[in-house]
Structure formats: structure tokens, C-alpha cells
T-cell receptor, first 111, second 111 residues
Framework: RKEVEQDPGPFNVPEGATVAFNCTYS??????FFWYRQDCRKEPKLLMS???SGNEDGRFTAQLNRASQYISLLIRDSKLSDSATYLC????????????FGKGTLLTVNP | DAGVTQSPTHLIKTRGQHVTLRCSPI?????VSWYQQVLGQGPQFIFQ???????GRGNFPDRFSARQFPNYSSELNVNALLLGDSALYLC??????????FGPGTRLTVT
């Protein structure tokens, strides 16, 4: 089982739709979680950190459920510019620091 | 401020050769991480260096090595190249927070 697993996608949605991405992790030592966005042939960029209390940034809401080892990202009122690959990321520290990325889920928002 | 820079941008090598990839972090960032990204996959963690010490290592063979210099720049070395080493190699730097700032990457093709 991969340490971080995401919805395989791809997702094709119309403008204005709400889209949800799901991610599960298997390493209980993972301490912090993030969503990154990667545009085609570009480097990943941090979209938002994920907290157990949930956090919201405009149209984006992220949630962490440690009991279920589950992370989610919700995009409301999707825009054409939201088209990208969304990467779920877990961070584990200790004696061997590691950042583990999921495979990514491709989102295409259509006009 | 300049972002993370990597060189070269593209590289073509043949099997069995050696390659050195270079990365300069954002000014003030003391930590550098290296990732390998194969087409269609998320980045895979190779190494993290902090203050010139290896802080974390992913599941890569000993053919992969890295080091960090006093000015916090870093090199990734890969020996005895295999066709499967063809990928985008990403470098990221971060301040004392976990947020990673990625460079544009070096695209390595092994023939």
C-alpha cells in the first residue's frame, strides 16, 4: 500500500462546479499535511496546509481526519484557472525526515 | 527575491554515465530537498539536507548521493545511470517552516 493515496482522477468539471479531492495516508507518524498544485510542466507550489480543525482560504477548504487517516480538499465555484494537478503531501520528521507526495489528481475545468 | 534555481535545465546522458545536478536555495533558506518526478507520478523524496547534514533519505539506491555546501547550495549526484533514471529532478528549499519552495527542475533523459 502506498503511503499517500489519492483519487486517481482525472476530474473534468464545468466552471462553477464544486469538486472534492480525497487522500488517505498509511504512515501514522506523519505529522503535517499539505495540498500542492502543479501546473503542466511546472514545479509544484503550495496551495494550503491542512489542519485537524480544518482551514479555508477563499474557495478552497482543506480538512484532516487523523482517526481515519484521511485528508480532503474542496474547491467551490471552480474557475478555468483551477485546472492543474493537485498533490496530497504528508510530512514525517524524527530521525529520518521525509515528505511523501501522492500521485496527484488532474483537474480540468471546462468553460 | 530570486527563487530556487537549478542547473542545467535539460540534460541528456547515456546509460552508465554519471550526472551532477545543482541547486541554489532561496536566500536565507538553510534546508534543501531533492525529488525525482517521473511522468504521471508525484515527486518522490530523495534527500533532505539541513545545515550541510543529511536529515532524511528516501528509498533510492546508493547510486544517488548529495551534499550541501556552506552557502547552502546543493548537488545531487547519480552514478551508473539507468534508463529508469530519466525524470524531472526537483530541488526545493524551505525556511524553518515545512513549506517547500520548488525550483523549475532539471529534466534528465538517459538513452
Amino acid at each position: 500500500r502506498k503511503e499517500v493515496e489519492q483519487d486517481p482522477g482525472p476530474f473534468n468539471v464545468p466552471e462553477g462546479a464544486t469538486v472534492a479531492f480525497n487522500c488517505t495516508y498509511s504512515n501514522s507518524a506523519s505529522q503535517s499535511f499539505f495540498w500542492y498544485r502543479q501546473d503542466c510542466r511546472k514545479e509544484p507550489k503550495l496551495l494550503m496546509s491542512v489542519y485537524s480543525s480544518g482551514n479555508e482560504d477563499g474557495r478552497f477548504t482543506a480538512q484532516l481526519n487523523r482517526a481515519s487517516q484521511y485528508i480532503s480538499l474542496l474547491i467551490r465555484d471552480s474557475k478555468l484557472s483551477d485546472s492543474a494537478t493537485y498533490l496530497c503531501v504528508g510530512e514525517s520528521g524524527g530521525s529520518n525526515y521525509k515528505l511523501t507526495f501522492g500521485k496527484g489528481t488532474l483537474l480540468t475545468v471546462n468553460p | 527575491d530570486a527563487g530556487v534555481t537549478q542547473s542545467p535545465t535539460h540534460l541528456i546522458k547515456t546509460r552508465g554515465q554519471h550526472v551532477t545536478l545543482r541547486c541554489s536555495p532561496i536566500s536565507g533558506h538553510k534546508s534543501v530537498s531533492w525529488y525525482q518526478q517521473v511522468l504521471g507520478q508525484g515527486p518522490q523524496f530523495i534527500f533532505q539536507y539541513y545545515e550541510k547534514e543529511e536529515r532524511g533519505r528516501g528509498n533510492f539506491p546508493d547510486r544517488f548521493s548529495a551534499r550541501q555546501f556552506p552557502n547552502y547550495s546543493s548537488e545531487l549526484n547519480v552514478n551508473a545511470l539507468l534508463l529508469g533514471d530519466s525524470a524531472l529532478y526537483l530541488c526545493a528549499s524551505n525556511p524553518d517552516s515545512p513549506q517547500q519552495y520548488f525550483g523549475p527542475g532539471t529534466r534528465l533523459t538517459v538513452t
